[in-house]
């Protein structure tokens, strides 16, 4: 599949909103919840549909709230970033711009001001103040304990769950999002694996990568592309560095992007010069690994029985020289680790695989003096099974 494949498959943003509002309104009603304040990037998005910059500074400086009775939220934007939201999206027909001057809403360190005094009035005036208000996970705790302070009579609640199961299984227009985000992820991560050379750095192919998913449709990284050569330290708190590739190691490319949203993630390993025995045997147990995992998915099975599907092939492949730890995959969307989390029974919360759920699969192993070798696809759950997105060859591609 590639771009091209997509051109006529158009996303109708105001009905994935519509739609994703809907989710959520749904489990409001089963909890009694008459409004709910999202403020995150991630939900801010999964409930507008709008963009927002991508920034820790940015992270909590637009909010919406979704009420129990109303088809779109009400949108609080910051107002240097609010824009032309109505023209953009003219669904959204309630917009209050929230004031970046005068106040320290918008600010590092946050704290509170006007925004808090605008956010309890709007509340009072659909009268609610004495209800049950659902609070987004990420807000700040002093904006949580200056709106308990101005609604006294509302009772005040953790959103996380109520957005969290809205949030697992992924309607027909996000699907569109995702689909695109895979390809365009691919373009990316195949780019860098062409650019993989003796002699050039982690950081250099991981600029690779960004360029091409910013030239091809993509608004950001998921996170800085993980380009790993070879065997050295903490790998997963460094990103890329300027660690230089050599022959007889293994490279790790592990990246993503986002299109409207949504992310894709996976991730593929290759081998400079010429790989031994060795090496050619711990690629092959860990792509039997992927492989039974994908046997193994469809509706009705745990996340926790497909991670010790992949986990004991991995052991058995590898004769036991290899296993996995309490992870194996994880749930995408406008998330990088949603549910379902694929991993060890009595470490993840479990949860049974329904159709329209959007995950990935990542077995990884680290061979000593080597490197790292992980291969990771994403994949749509549906009736029968699994439709995997992303199609990038496998082999250890000797350069």
């Known amino acids: 599949m590639n771009l091209a ?33 999202a403020c995150t990037n991630d939900n801010w998005r999964y409930l507008t549909g709008l963009p927002t910059l991508f920034s820790m500074a940015y992270f909590t400086v637009n909010l919406c709230v979704v009420l129990e009775k109303k088809e779109f939220p009400i949108l609080l934007p910051l107002e240097d970033l609010a824009g032309d939201v109505q023209t953009v999206a003219p669904w959204f027909t309630d917009v209050h711009p929230l004031p970046f001057g005068g106040t320290r809403e918008p600010q590092q360190p946050l704290g509170t001001g006007v925004w808090i005094g605008i956010i309890s009035r709007l509340l009072a005036r659909q009268r609610i103040g004495k209800r049950m208000i659902a609070l987004d996970p990420g807000m700040p705790f002093c904006w949580k304990d200056d709106l308990a302070r101005r609604l006294p009579a509302a009772e005040f609640v953790d959103g996380g769950e109520t957005l969290r199961r809205a949030r697992l299984v992924k309607n027909q227009e996000e699907q569109k999002a995702i689909r695109r985000a895979c390809v365009i992820g691919e373009i990316g991560v195949q780019a860098g694996l062409r650019a993989v050379r003796p002699g050039r750095t982690e950081a250099q192919v991981a600029a690779v990568v960004e360029y091409h998913f910013r030239a091809n449709g993509g608004e950001y990284p998921h996170s800085t592309p993980f380009v790993v050569a070879g065997d050295h330290p903490s790998p997963g708190l460094l990103g890329a560095t300027n660690t230089v590739i050599r022959c007889g190691e293994f490279v790790r490319i592990d990246a993503g992007c986002s299109y409207g949203g949504y992310l894709s993630d996976f991730s593929r390993s290759l081998f400079v010069g010429e790989p031994d025995a060795e090496a050619r045997s711990a690629y092959d147990a860990v792509h039997e690994a992927l492989t039974a995992g994908v046997k193994a998915a469809r509706p009705g099975v745990t996340n926790t029985q497909l991670h010790e599907a992949i986990d004991s092939t991995l052991r058995t492949s590898s004769r036991n020289r290899y296993r996995l730890g309490w992870f194996s995959g994880h749930g995408l969307g406008v998330g990088l680790h949603e549910d379902p989390m694929i991993g060890r029974e009595g470490v993840v919360e479990q949860v049974v695989m329904q159709p329209g759920m959007y995950f990935c699969m990542e077995p990884a192993i680290v061979v000593k003096g080597k490197g790292m070798i992980g291969l990771e696809d994403d994949y749509l759950m549906t009736e029968n099974g699994v439709e995997t997105l992303t199609h990038t060859e496998f082999g250890l591609r000797v350069t």
């Open 5 to 37: 494949d997509l051109a006529e498959e158009r996303i109708d943003w105001r009905e994935l909103t519509r739609l994703n509002v809907e989710s959520v309104r749904r489990e409001m009603e089963k909890e009694g919840i008459a409004a709910l304040i």
